[in-house]
């Protein structure tokens, strides 16, 4: 499927769909992604879970995901309130900052080893118990640090991957390489939510392939 055409698709939007847009579906990454990027571009990680910021931390990601349909169907989130991500979002003040710059093109075995821990940290701040899907861990992951895809059933069904390791990750990275001009032709700003005007933050390579996928596996 061609990139650009597949990536202005996302962007315009079909049917229903209006494509992405300040009040529309898509932008919730934007918002989501704009606040934890903050925290660690001002050097404040710590301060996402203390008194003043957990509720609020805890209600971006939560509505990220809400968005993102990660609160239906047999999902385990669907019987939790907002609290349930306390431990999540304490575990995401206290993760490595290299995480917000790895990217795509940065896929190397210390990367890679990187992304993976993430995951795991992720998993155990979630609670083994409830069995945190790869499609839930790689939408937080998205969502919070743009490093990685979401490993939803239509980007798995578009780059015929089934989980998040090491394979999988250099897969993605190949398909970069051989596809750098197009994804690299594309600079997105996130929208600002009280402005609705473009911020300083762009999209990630990560996000990018997220979004061809999302399209290109339907």
């Known amino acids: 499927m ?31 992604y704009n606040y934890f990027y903050s925290f660690y571009k001002e050097k404040k990680l710590s301060e ?15 509505f990220y995901l809400a968005s993102w349909g ?7 989130l ?6 349930n991500f306390i431990n999540l979002i304490i575990a995401i003040s206290k993760m490595n900052t290299k995480l917000w710059e790895v990217d795509v093109d940065k896929y190397d075995e210390e990367n890679i080893n990187l992304l993976l821990d993430c995951k795991q940290k992720i ?12 499609t839930l861990v790689t939408k937080i992951m998205l969502g919070v640090f743009a490093n990685i895809p979401a490993f939803d059933q239509y980007f798995r069904k578009s780059f ?13 990275k ?12 594309f600079k997105i700003y996130t929208f600002d939510f009280l402005t609705s005007k473009q911020t300083d933050i762009i999209y990630s390579k990560a996000k990018l392939i997220d979004m061809y996928g ?5």
């Open 70 to 76: 990660m609160m239906r169907g047999s999902s385990f």
């Open 174 to 185: 190949n398909f970069y390489d051989a596809n750098k001009d197009a994804f690299d032709s």
């Open 160 to 172: 015929e991957l089934n989980s998040v390791n090491k394979d999988s990750l250099l897969n993605i």
């Open 2 to 32: 061609e990139i650009k055409k597949t990536l202005n698709e996302f962007l315009e939007g079909n049917g229903k769909n209006k494509g992405r847009k300040p009040d529309e579906r898509y932008a919730s990454f934007d918002y989501c």
């Open 78 to 83: 669907l019987e939790k309130s907002v609290r």
């Open 123 to 134: 998993i155990d701040a979630l609670g083994k118990e409830n069995k945190p899907t790869d």
């Open 214 to 218: 999302f399209i290109a596996g339907q």
């Open 48 to 62: 996402l879970a203390n008194d003043k910021n957990l509720q609020m931390s805890c209600l971006q990601l939560g």
